[in-house]
């Protein structure tokens, strides 16, 4: 049987009971944490024109286990693009500074 620890809000409930006995037992290994949320703003690197583009993420999904990210242009709410989540840090970013700091260290190379 499961145990508190393999709750998912096992690390601030103090009932010592098995998953059977406990009624707000959730399963940890069943929820996903998202990267980002919907509304956020993310930075693109553009790699044909080698600018930063802003983008709102209008939608998460699901797919095969990996979070997939799309996003719409913040401009004019057109050009839709999903992203897999492991393109964080890669070529989507969160803030304005890492898109900077990552076409910086591109156009070096």
Known sequence: M????????????FTVLDS???QHFKDRSRFVELPCKVGDTVYLLHNVYNNILAYSVS???INSGEP???IVEAERR????????RELNKSLFFTKEQAEQALKERESK
């Open 59 to 61: 939608k998460i999904l």
């Open 2 to 13: 499961a145990k508190c620890n393999k709750c998912l809000h096992g690390d601030v409930c």
């Open 78 to 85: 057109i050009h839709f693009l999903h992203l897999p989540a």
């Open 20 to 22: 059977m006995q406990c």
């Open 68 to 70: 997939i990210i799309e």
